[in-house]
T-cell receptor, first 114, second 113 residues
Framework: GQQVMQIPQYQHVQEGEDFTTYCNSS?????IQWYKQRPGGHPVFLIQ?????EVKKQKRLTFQFGEAKKNSSLHITATQTTDVGTYFC??????????????FGQGTILTVHP | DTEVTQTPKHLVMGMTNKKSLKCEQH?????MYWYKQKAKKPPELMFV???????INESVPSRFSPECPNSSLLNLHLHALQPEDSALYLC????????????FGPGTRLTVT
């Protein structure tokens, strides 16, 4: 089945450093969603990208969807301790259904040292 | 109200017990999901309900039995579980259609002894 590969598995940074996590697929992705899960918490939706080459920003977070729609990235500028958590990318099944079936990447666990 | 609630928060059960997990949302979402999540792993889809009908069962063992009594409620009935079933069980909901974000509940931390 469709697989979404996510790297790195772990990332340790000093507060103030930048952070990037990448998702890659061998086949074209119809869309990509990003979720954040704080330690002890539950996944929280961050953003969805659907267009080739799309770039979206949320304050210090920048999300990109590759031109070929085979990869995506999440970049955080100047990390803060509140950024700690696991970041997941996920592809939702293409249209035609009344629900979304998400294929998750393995996640990147971000640790921020103060 | 953009909240999905789940009860209980924690559950410890023996392998011969029967218990139920409950999930509720009042966002008018017609798709609801059960996921299982092990530590440091992504959520694994178990079941999907669409308009109160079971749409997906990801080959989940029959000791897990889902139920959708109405458009706001989702239950997961547990019976004769194994220790390897210990995990965080997450409920989620979304609007009609595939390209909508999923709203996750806080989860039930299940321990099977």
């Amino acid at each position: 089945g469709q697989q979404v590969m996510q790297i790195p598995q772990y990332q340790h940074v000093q507060e103030g450093e930048d952070f990037t996590t990448y998702c890659n697929s061998s086949t074209t992705l119809s869309n990509i969603q990003w979720y954040k899960q704080r330690p002890g918490g539950h996944p929280v939706f961050l953003i969805q990208l659907v267009k080739s080459g799309e770039v979206k920003k949320q304050k210090r977070l920048t999300f990109q969807f590759g031109e070929a729609k085979k990869n995506s990235s999440l970049h955080i500028t100047a990390t803060q301790t509140t950024d700690v958590g696991t970041y997941f990318c996920a592809e939702a099944n293409a249209g035609g259904t009344s629900y979304g079936k998400l294929t998750f990447g393995q996640g990147t666990i971000l640790t921020v040292h103060p | 109200d953009t909240e999905v609630t789940q009860t209980p928060k924690h559950l410890v059960m023996g392998m011969t017990n029967k218990k139920s997990l409950k999930c509720e949302q009042h966002m008018g979402h017609r798709a609801m999901y059960w996921y299982k999540q092990k530590a440091k792993k992504p959520p694994e889809l178990m079941f999907v309900y669409s308009y109160e009908k079971l749409s997906i069962n990801e080959s989940v063992p029959s000791r897990f039995s889902p139920e959708c009594p109405n458009s706001s409620l989702l239950n997961l009935h547990l019976h004769a579980l194994q220790p390897e079933d210990s995990a965080l069980y997450l409920c989620a909901s979304s609007q009609y259609g595939s390209l909508h974000e999923q709203y996750f509940g806080p989860g039930t931390r299940l321990t099977v002894t």
